[in-house]
């Protein structure tokens, strides 16, 4: 079992950019596929990026492509994401996931571990 902590949301500018963070708990952090998911008010959680278990391979909304950039340090039991040129559409809050699979999904279904989430607000 893996517990997850998300950091570094926030309030920022249109244009800006934030770099969120999910510490993970145990020491099998290197078998999971990690996930990030966003829920803005009144809308479905959707799928933002994921990373494969060595964090070679990556998958990411076409929304936030050549924006947003998901990386883990294994060694420190944490996963990224580098949210840049920000927009009012980002705002939402921000989840990490977990999955212990070799493959990288993008349906939250899929993922059996999650944080508490937290808040990203992009002012106009």
């Known amino acids: 079992q893996v517990q997850l902590v998300e950091s570094g949301g926030g309030l920022v500018q249109a244009g800006g950019s934030l770099r969120l963070s999910c510490a993970a708990s145990g020491r099998t952090f290197s078998s999971y596929v990690m996930g990030w998911f966003r829920q803005a008010p009144g809308k479905e959680r959707e799928f933002v990026a994921a990373i494969s278990r060595s964090g070679l391979s990556t998958n990411y909304v076409d929304s936030a492509k050549g924006r947003f950039t998901i990386s883990r340090d294994n060694a420190k039991n944490t996963v990224f994401l580098q949210m840049n040129s920000l927009k009012p559409e980002d705002t939402a809050v921000y989840y990490c996931?977990?999955?212990?699979?070799?493959?990288?999904?993008?349906?939250?279904?899929?993922?059996?571990?999650w944080g508490q989430g937290t808040q990203v607000t992009v002012s106009s």
């Open positions: 996931a977990a999955r212990a699979t070799t493959f990288v999904v993008t349906t939250s279904g899929e993922y059996s571990y």
